[in-house]
């Protein structure tokens, strides 16, 4: 209960709020705030940010348009369900994985793409920049097709991105405090009935039994954790460590790092060996998808892996989900020649 008030009060307070002044938000304050909510204290040499809220926009000194523009780059990543049936095909917005408006550390924060790229991405072994980072997400996260580059689209989330990076040096020396979703230690043993027994009893009440989540008029209050309305094969957080990443530090929401290790891995394991919509780097045969992208990716998920309840090949089917196409034409190598 103290949780969920403390966590409140960060979202609210520190993140959120109109009347937080910029002494409100001293880094030491930040820092006690995520330590109450059970988040590690930054090591000594870490890069701690704390990014601008949409109320520091107003008073920042930017020139208007690029102000209306930073805020239809926000309007798009919490509300992208706007975008439905012509780049996003499930029920997901951006905000939906990147809490707190992509702000929330622990919860991928969405600004250190803003400083570290363009560099190098092992997924797609080519130096990408930020469009296609945010191409990535589109494509896999949303099971959707990313709006073209240079697009008013493209251009008014970038901003957003590069808004929350206000300050932060181009590519920094200094780790990143709170970046990605941080895995806790892998325990011994996974176990597929108490990962599932846990997700019944602690999570099914906002994303149901089946994992389909709940939307209300063509507005989405909880995402589906699998199935068609949720992410596809591709996406980063099909792979089991990055799923109890995102677990332990967000879910159930309002009570961040309430499981312990073995209760995140456990529901991680059993949501990761639900189905959901087909890879887009698919091939037509799932044996041959696994072997053409187990590295660097799909060795840490269960895509072509065979389920220890039933027997069933995850990921062996050419189910779309609600997406007319199987591939979107920016998913290319890049050589620069
Ligand atoms: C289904 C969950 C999910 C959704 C929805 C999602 N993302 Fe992501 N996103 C991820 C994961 C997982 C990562 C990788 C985090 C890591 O490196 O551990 C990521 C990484 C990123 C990064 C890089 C952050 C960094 O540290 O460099 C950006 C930028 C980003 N996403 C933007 C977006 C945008 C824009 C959207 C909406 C179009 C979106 N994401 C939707 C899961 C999601
Ligand atoms: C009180 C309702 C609630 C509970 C309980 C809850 N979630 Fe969530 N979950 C949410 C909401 C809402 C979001 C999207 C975040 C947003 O839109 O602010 C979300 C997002 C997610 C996501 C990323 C998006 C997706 O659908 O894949 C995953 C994964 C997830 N939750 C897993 C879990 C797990 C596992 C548990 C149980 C340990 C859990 N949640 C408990 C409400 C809840």
């Known amino acids: 209960m103290i949780r969920t008030l403390t966590y409140a009060a960060l979202s609210g307070t520190l993140l959120f709020s109109a009347n937080a002044t910029a002494e409100d938000k001293t880094t030491q304050q930040y820092i006690d705030t995520l330590a109450e909510l059970g988040y590690p204290a930054p090591e000594e040499n870490e890069l701690v940010h704390i990014p601008p809220t949409m109320e520091d926009l107003e008073d920042a000194k930017l020139h208007p348009e690029l102000k209306r523009v930073i805020r239809r780059g926000h309007d798009l990543f919490t509300n992208t369900q706007q975008l439905r049936g012509e780049n996003v095909f499930n029920n997901m917005n951006c905000s939906s994985c990147h809490l707190g408006e992509g702000r929330m550390p622990f919860s991928a924060p969405i600004w250190p793409a803003a400083v570290t790229l363009p560099g190098f991405r092992g997924k797609n072994a080519h130096v990408n920049n930020l469009e296609e980072r945010i191409a990535g997400c589109f494509t896999y996260s949303m099971n959707g097709k990313p709006p073209e580059y240079g697009s008013d689209h493209m251009v008014a989330l970038s901003a957003y991105h590069q808004w929350l990076a206000k300050g932060v040096p181009v590519y920094p020396q200094q780790p990143i405090y709170g970046r990605g979703f941080p895995a806790p230690e892998r325990p011994e043993e996974l176990s597929y009935a108490r990962g599932e027994a846990a997700f019944q009893e602690k999570c099914s009440v906002c994303h149901g039994n089946d994992g389909g989540g709940l939307r209300v008029d063509g507005q989405t209050v909880f995402p589906a954790t699998w199935g068609d309305m949720s992410n596809n094969w591709g996406a980063g957080i099909v792979r089991v460590f990055t799923a109890a990443g995102f677990i332990k530090n967000n879910m159930p929401l309002g009570q961040p790092n309430s499981l312990d290790d073995q209760e995140a891995w456990d529901i991680a394991y059993y949501m990761s060996s639900q189905e959901r919509p087909q890879d887009p780097r698919y091939t037509g045969d799932v044996k041959e998808t696994l072997e ?20 069933h090949v995850l990921g062996d089917h050419r189910n779309l989900g609600d997406k007319p196409f199987l591939k979107p034409d920016t998913v290319r190598p890049r050589t620069f020649e």
């Open 292 to 311: 053409q992208t187990r590295e660097p990716f799909h060795k840490h998920s269960m895509y072509g892996r065979t389920r220890e309840t039933d027997g």
